[in-house]
């Protein structure tokens, strides 16, 4: 208790609240920025699509059994490549429509923008366990290669249907952060497994 | 010749340099320039400025840097700012900028006291910025998805200058785009602000003199949302009549934040907010039943919401939406009572009104379709009930006197209320209440009473708008039996109201005790018209109206009376209320009051027209008292009188018809003149010798006609004015009044006053005296009288003396009467000598007045009387009794007929009838 009463635990909490609530926010808004990109890219919205190159797959075999850190350390990886894959995106959205949609633009920055947030709290969190935060060029996804125009879309809509998925297992992993256990790199019980 | 010259290139050059636009880069030079060029200044620091001129100048211009002169928008710096570095630079220095102003130039004296400019510069003075204080923002939602933050601050203190201002926001790890505010300087507004996120937000504040910065606010914008108010808010009802059901859309989803909510509403018409208990509503939803409403009500519902857990701001309130409650059957019967009207009903039946009230909304529950009256006859159990079914407040019955139960019922669509029971017994015999008061309440007022003994249903409190105009509207209201006071409302001020509170007991009523009240009273509109009713010498009776009920505002607690004079006091009275009539006592007779009348209530008074009465000069039955009294007393003396004359009618017949002697019989009617005496006038001596005197008679001369007379007889007046020292000696005695004496004295000089006066204290009375009676030589020996004694009564005396009286004693008799001053002894001398006068005719007064015409006037005549006190005594009283002249023409008479004719009429020539009797 007089740990969790410690400014380091009540910031680690705060981070790990505000975090829940921005992931869940940045699903609701990916939810909806989904569906206004299959409408405004003409895609359908049951395509199958096929892994996103450089991003970290949210759905993991033995989560329960990871650690704090490891999973700070796969959210920051996951996160950090959604921000750059974003932020093409954007840049494609821009050249490709200009100002014509300005909406779909403004949404996606917005979620980049999140996404951005988020890991700037996944980074505090690290700082928080005492860890090292690992390099960004180091870590970052290699340069896309150059697609087509309906490649773009069809990464893009990777891109979006994955950061969904992590975002609900990031609200999983910070919740299972926040709770107040003997160690955050101990592996949760498997009760508690999603 | 060459100074010449050189002044006009000189001059030339100086020209071409003013006009010149661009010194620097045009076809002339300027001679100099300033340092620093325009300059921005903090405001009250000190500041140097250098003026420096060029080389060439000098040269050409024959210019040094002492002759520089600076000056402040043509306004000469003193020199004692001057400093002359070398003999191009001179500076200036201001130790306060305030002083500055626009332009600073910098000029020549040249020779000839000629004055050019060579440079100026724009002085700007200002304040650095202040540091931002204050610095707040909130996030307000403009769509379900848009989220824009208003950051607000102080900008501080004016800066003179113009004065930049960005809001900059930044996370650890990226700084956002500043924030320009647009036309205001203290607030800018962020469009794309990121939740869940700390964020540092700040103002920096920059101008020329410096840049400021403001604390900076760390805030995650998603804790400083005003969200929109919820929207497309609906309310139904259900099926419980004491419920409604609100539901709405919230615009924000759980994943950005969880909301919690007010809700607030309040029945259509009322201004009242209530609120549902916020703990209730402290939870996400959208939807909420409130509950505890009335039935059949229409309700007005609101709602607000903001972050769940406090962080943040209330959205605004929603749109209002009503909603109406279900109905339900009344909840309670409505208040009946009754008016009974016997005067318009035959004997022994009442005409009865039933009223009853209707239901209001929170209690009729719905809209009221009918009310179902029954009556049933108590005093006898074999009449039916009957019933009726009335859709309005009021039904009218006739019944016989009895006692009745009255059941009223009201019935909506759901149901029917409960009965209300109304008993009316035969007669209120039961006991009243006690102690009935009222107190007025702002805009109600209260009626209180003490409870009989007795339980008590219900009151029933009646009340009316008292008018003098038209009936009493009886108003009514029904209080519960544990109460002891009610308000009433709609009561209007400065209206008398009568009100009547009736006990309802379960076996009968409790006669009526009433009180007059008003909520709130004013002074009266108009005062009493006063008017006498009837004015007195020293009262007048006042009478006037009472103020009709309209016009008195109020209990009228006196009237006053004013009365007052014209210039006296004003006096007050003070009058009871219930009087009509008043008397004003003690005033002054015959004087104009001026009297009004004030009527007062407890809130001021009201004065009434001035009226104005004068009261009378003599009271009532005064002018008898004295006409009266008068009347019997002048009857009484006259009455007195009578029988004085009476009585005395033998003394007054003997002065006023006087037994005149006959001359037949008289000694002298034997006496014949022989020889005719010569007289003697003008020595008295000689003629009336002392003792010589041994009768007296009086010789009455009746002139019948106009001859008698005669110029002759009137010679002896002119004798008068010719021998006015002899006249005395020509006083005639005939008449033998001392009221003669007037116009004897009349012809007295004064400087025989003395002599007068000596004769008249030795000799008062004029004797005729005979000597030589009969056989004798009569002596005729006139001698002048002043005695008042009737000669007639000496004629008299002296012949029931038979003439043998002792004239010493008999003018001792006399000189008593005229010594006497008493008015018995002067009254007695003019009653007699009056009536004297009586005997003189008419040719009398012709005479006299013959006498005052022929030129002599008888004024004269008086004034030697003047010296004898004893005669002018007389004279006055002589005066004062006959008031006319007409003693006068007697006195005259009788002089001429005394003084130079008396001889001849002692001759006997002629006999007339009842005078002399010739011998």
Known sequence: MAAADSPSAALRRDLCSRGIRLAGKMRADVVDLLEAYVEQQGLDASASVAAVEGVPLAAVERWDEQTGTQRLLENLAAYRAFRALLAQMLEEQREQLGEADAGLGRALAAVLLQVSAFAYHLEELLRLESRGIPGEEEDGPPPPPRLSLFEQKLRGLGVLRELAQWAVRSVRDLRQLAKPGPATGAAPSPAENP | ?919
């Open chain 2, 1 to 919: 010749m060459f100074s010449r010259w050189n002044w006009v290139a000189y001059g030339f050059y100086l020209v071409l340099n003013i006009c010149s636009p661009d010194a620097s880069s045009g076809l002339v030079q300027s001679c100099g320039h300033i340092i620093p060029e325009s300059p921005v200044l903090a405001l009250g620091s000190n500041f140097t400025a250098l003026c420096i001129l060029n080389e060439s100048c000098l040269d050409f211009g024959n210019i040094y840097a002492s002759q520089i002169i600076w000056k402040i928008k043509n306004r000469l710096v003193p020199k004692e700012q001057y400093r002359e570095i070398n003999r191009t630079v001179s500076s200036v220095t201001f130790n306060d900028t305030s002083a500055l102003a626009t332009p600073l130039t910098c000029n020549i004296l040249a020779d000839g006291q000629i004055e050019q400019n060579i440079y100026g510069i724009t002085v700007t003075v200002g304040l650095p910025p202040e540091k931002p204080k204050n610095l707040s923002c909130i996030v307000h939602q403009v769509s379900r998805f848009t989220y824009v933050m208003t950051c607000t601050w102080n900008p501080g203190r004016h800066t003179f200058l113009d004065t930049q201002f960005k809001l900059r926001y930044s996370w650890p790890e990226e700084i956002f785009p500043d924030c320009i505010p647009k036309d205001v300087n203290n607030s800018c507004t962020i469009t794309d602000i990121q939740f869940f996120v700390n964020t540092e937000i700040w103002v920096e504040a920059t101008n020329a003199l410096g840049q400021a910065e403001s604390d900076p606010l760390v805030v995650d914008p998603i804790d400083i949302v005003k969200p929109l108010s919820p929207q497309n808010v609906s309310v139904s009802s259900g099926v419980l009549p004491t419920v409604l059901k609100l539901s709405w859309e919230n615009w924000i989803s759980d994943a950005v934040m969880t909301l919690k909510f007010n809700i607030r509403y309040r029945i259509v018409g009322d201004t009242n907010w209530m609120e549902v208990p916020s703990e209730d509503t402290a939870s996400p939803r959208t939807s909420f039943s409130v509950q505890g409403l009335r039935p059949y009500t229409e309700y007005v519902f609101s709602i607000r919401c903001m972050k769940e857990d406090g962080e943040g701001y209330w959205s605004d309130w929603s749109e209002e939406k009503t909603g109406i409650t279900p109905e339900d059957q009344p909840s309670k019967g409505p208040p009946i009572w009754r008016i009974i009207d016997t005067s318009r009903s035959p004997a022994s039946c009442w005409t009865v009104h039933l009223v009853w009230k209707a239901l209001k909304p929170f209690e009729a529950n719905g809209v009221i379709l009918q009310y179902e009256v029954t009556v049933r006859d108590k005093s006898s159990l074999s009449s039916p009930v009957k019933k009726y079914n009335v859709t309005s407040t009021n039904h009218t019955l006739q019944l016989p006197e009895g006692t009745y139960e009255v059941t009223l019922i009201a019935r909506n669509n759901v149901g029917a209320s409960p009965p209300s029971v109304l008993l009316i017994p035969a007669s209120n015999s039961k006991a009243p209440v006690k102690n009935l008061r009222t107190l007025p309440k702002h805009d109600k007022l209260w009626v209180g009473w003490t409870a009989p003994n007795s339980y008590v249903l219900k009151y029933v409190i009646e009340w009316c708008l008292v008018s003098s105009s038209s009936d009493c509207i009886i108003e009514w209201q029904i209080a519960l039996g544990d109460v002891q006071g009610i308000d009433l409302k709609g009561i209007k001020p400065f209206k008398c109201y009568l009100i009547t509170v009736y006990p309802l007991y379960a076996d009968g009523q409790g006669s009526g005790q009433s009180v007059k009240a008003y909520l709130k009273q004013d002074r009266p509109s108009k005062g009493p018209t006063v008017q006498t009713k009837k004015v007195g010498k020293a009262e007048a009776v006042l009478t006037w109206n009472h103020l009709t009920v309209e016009e008195q505002n109020g209990f009228i607690r006196n009237y006053t009376i004013l009365y007052k004079t014209i210039d006296g006091n004003e006096t007050v009275v003070t009058v009871d209320p219930s009087k009509t009539e008043y008397t004003l006592s003690s005033l002054t007779s015959d004087t104009l009051y001026t009297v009004r009348m004030m009527a007062s209530t407890d809130n001021g008074s009201r004065t009434g027209p001035d009226f104005t009465f004068t009261t009378q000069k003599f009271g009532k039955g005064e002018i008898e008292a004295i006409v009266v009294p008068v009347c019997l007393a002048f009857l009484l003396i006259v009455l007195l009188g009578v029988l004085f004359c009476f009585n005395k009618r033998d003394l007054i017949k003997k002065h006023i018809w006087p037994i005149v002697p006959d001359p037949s019989k008289s000694n002298i009617a034997q006496w014949s003149p022989q020889v005719p005496a010569k007289h003697n006038f003008n020595s008295k001596d000689q003629m009336y010798p002392e003792g010589s005197f041994t009768d007296v008679s009086v010789v009455e001369i009746e002139a019948d006609d106009k001859k008698s007379f005669s110029e002759q007889d009137l010679k002896p007046f002119d004798l008068l004015k010719k021998e006015k020292s002899t006249s005395e000696g020509h006083s005639s005695g005939i008449g033998g009044s001392s009221c003669m004496s007037s116009p004897r004295q009349s012809v007295s000089d004064s400087d025989e006053g003395e002599t007068t006066q000596n004769t008249s204290s030795t000799v008062q009375y004029s004797t005729v005296v005979l000597n030589g009676y009969r056989d004798q030589t009569p002596l005729q020996v006139f001698s002048r009288s002043e005695s008042t004694q009737p000669l007639l009564d000496s004629e008299e005396r002296s012949e029931d003396h038979s003439g043998g009286a002792d004239t010493t004693e008999q003018r001792q008799q006399y000189f008593r009467q005229n010594g006497g001053q008493d008015e018995t002894n002067t009254d007695r001398p003019c009653f007699e000598r009056t009536k004297q006068i009586t005997h003189a005719n008419e040719e009398d007064l012709v005479g006299f007045v013959q006498l005052q015409i022929s030129g002599q006037s008888s004024q004269p005549l008086g004034l030697g009387m003047e010296k004898n006190t004893q005669e002018a005594a007389l004279s006055r009283v002589l005066q004062t009794c006959t008031e006319g002249q007409t003693v006068r023409p007697e006195t005259v008479e009788e002089n001429p007929l005394s003084v130079d004719e008396m001889p001849k009429s002692y001759l006997p020539q002629t006999v007339r009838q009842g005078g002399y009797m010739p011998q």
